[in-house]
């Protein structure tokens, strides 16, 4: 009796531990566009932000060229830039690129360890557009996508 | 001058240099490199060899201009330390309005989806080895001219590359005579990782030329190459099928056609796991002068392990059964990294 008390009591634990430390998912991660003061639009459908962030438009509509700004795809906010905006696994996206700026069509994007190096990016980087978390700045302008500042 | 005029203009040069220096520094530049290694069959016996060493550069001079290079380092039984140094590719691109660019230098000529997508890059090949097609030196890989280029125009994401160089025995820097060669390549991309593509290349080879497989030109020979390709690399299914018709036309043999083409396709079964097959055709008409006239039939099997998408394995088995050469059968095993 005694022994079964013991199992279901670190059970109970487990469970609860399981709850509190479970990391934080890529799913489960808010994503904010963030922009450049300059060239980068308020708002754009989802349709253009994936074609935008795949490279397939190299210059905003008053001439600038876009510069794409993305956390590494081994942070959360990488991982679920990959998932939701690109459908594609971190190792596939890397081969993506790698393979698209070695065919000479597009510029390699910028890629960050931290949401703040990102953003800092952004604002001083006329035409620059990137996928950030939660962004709470001033010097830079928030991209609401099919309406929403967040998805 | 005055002491005084002398001090501003030296602090107006050296706030000149300095904002130059800003704007150099400012530059993005990029180094990669792709090599492989491999194990293979052949003869009767066991070997190892080591492939190319790619070396690709790619630098943003500014908000137009960029640099791209490619130089490879590769086995040269002929050379002191049995290594050369060829430059692949040396473009500059001024990309002048929206997805439009124009390139001048040292190209891939864009008749091919190969040639224009993988370049040196073994890391990137579905196989381990080109199509056959390359070894039988049945299309121009290189061009030095001018290109003009866009992409992704249009719901159709509509692309086109026009360009116009040094034809063909001609070398990296003097064309061997007035003649240029001229490639127009068109492709659509109706569907996502569907790409359907035409293209079409033009050149005068002279009397005399000297051509890459150590064969001198006896007559001057009109050339013409209509291609046309399909290739579908999706999460699952991969699929690539190229084919070109090669139209020669010399005094003496009239319009000679020749038919090239390859076609390869795979299955992804696990995440990092692909299995496939590579079946290549080559057939050349009797009158054929400018070509080697070797006639060949290949298939070939292989696997594929992706660990990452800079570290790649592949297994395969090749038969080639070749007019002039006869049958061979070859097992082969790479490891092409990028780092």
Known sequence: ???????????????????????VIAQDIELTIIGNTESVPDELTMNQLKSILRGEKLRWDDGKGIKIALMKTNTPVGTGTCEKIYDMTGNELNKYFL??????????????????????????????????????TDLIKIVSIDGKNAF | MTRSKLRIVHIISILICLSVHLKLSAQRTQIKGFVAVQAYQ?????????????LFITSELNDNFSFLGETVFKFSPNSSTQFNISVERIIVNYNYKGNHNALIGKHHTPTHYWNDTYHHGRVFFPTIERPL???????????????????????LKFGYNIMIGNGIGSNDVVDNDSYKSVTAAIHIKPK???QLGLSFYNDVISEGADLHHDITVDEKINQQLYTATIAHFGRKFEFLAEGTLASNHA????????????LYTGVRIKDKLIPYIRIDYLDYQDEEIYFIKDDTFSFLAGMRYEISYLIVVKMEYQHIDKEMQGNRDLFNTQIAIGF
Do not use: C, W
């Open chain 1, 99 to 136: 393979a698209l700026v070695f065919q000479g069509k597009v510029k390699a994007p910028t890629f960050f360890n931290s949401v703040n190096e990102l953003e800092s990016y952004v604002s001083q980087t006329p035409g620059a557009i990137g996928v950030s978390h939660n962004s709470t």
């Open chain 2, 42 to 54: 052949e003869d009767g016996k066991f070997n190892f060899g080591i492939g190319e060493q790619d």
């Open chain 2, 192 to 194: 996502d990782k569907l």
């Open chain 2, 133 to 155: 097609l390359f070894a039988a030196q049945t299309l121009p890989i290189h061009t030095t001219g001018l290109a003009m280029q866009g992409f992704n125009l249009g719901k």
């Open chain 2, 251 to 262: 005094n003496s043999t009239g319009t000679v056609n020749s038919f090239t083409s390859y």
């Open chain 1, 1 to 23: 009796m005694r022994y079964m008390r013991l199992m279901i009591f670190n059970f109970v634990i487990i469970i609860i531990g399981l709850f509190h430390f479970t990391p």
